[in-house]
C-alpha cells in the first residue's frame, strides 16, 4: 500500500468508530466543538510547525496543500468529537482523561511518523510539546463554550 493512502485508512477507521457509537444527535451537537478544537486548531498547529520547522507531513502528493495534508484535520475533528463524547464528568477523572488523551495522540504522532507520513525534526519532543498545551486548552474550551451557548 502507498504511504500517501494510509491517512485515508485512518480517517475512515475514525468514521466508522464515530457513526457506530455516538448517536446522530450527538455527532450534530459536538460537531461544532470537534470542527473548532481539532480541525482548527490542527491546521493552526500544523502552520507553526512548517513555520518553525518542528514537524511536517510528508508523502501526502496530490492530498494537501501548502505543507496541511487534508485529511488530518477532518481526522482531528472527528477525533474530538469521540473525545468530548466520552469527557467524564468529575474533576479527577478529567484529568485522567486528558493525560489520556496526550498519550494515545503522542503514540499516534510517533506511529504516522514511523510510517512515513509525518518527518519530526526534534524527534518525540515534537509530539509531546503539542498535545501538552492542546489537550487541556481544547478541554478547557470546550467546558467553556458548552457552559455559555448549552446553558
Not at 473548532?36 to 486548531?41: E, N, P, Q, R
Request: proline content about 5%; some cysteine.
Amino acid at each position: 500500500m502507498a504511504i500517501k493512502y494510509i491517512p485515508f485508512f485512518y480517517t475512515l477507521i475514525f468514521s466508522m468508530i464515530l457513526v457506530s457509537v455516538v448517536p446522530k444527535a450527538e455527532i450534530r451537537r459536538l460537531s461544532i466543538y470537534g470542527i473548532i478544537f481539532g480541525a482548527i486548531f490542527d491546521v493552526i498547529l500544523v502552520t507553526i510547525a512548517n513555520i518553525t520547522g518542528s514537524f511536517t507531513y510528508i508523502n501526502y502528493e496530490p492530498f494537501g496543500l501548502m505543507g496541511i495534508h487534508f485529511l488530518a484535520p477532518i481526522s482531528w475533528a472527528i477525533f474530538f468529537i469521540l473525545y468530548f463524547y466520552f469527557l467524564p464528568d468529575k474533576r479527577y477523572y478529567i484529568y485522567l482523561y486528558i493525560i489520556s488523551g496526550i498519550f494515545y495522540s503522542i503514540m499516534f504522532c510517533q506511529m504516522i511518523t514511523k510510517l512515513g507520513v509525518l518527518k519530526l525534526s526534534h524527534g518525540i519532543i515534537d509530539s509531546i510539546i503539542p498535545f501538552v498545551f492542546w489537550f487541556p486548552l481544547a478541554t478547557w474550551g470546550y467546558f467553556r463554550l458548552r457552559e455559555r451557548f448549552e446553558n
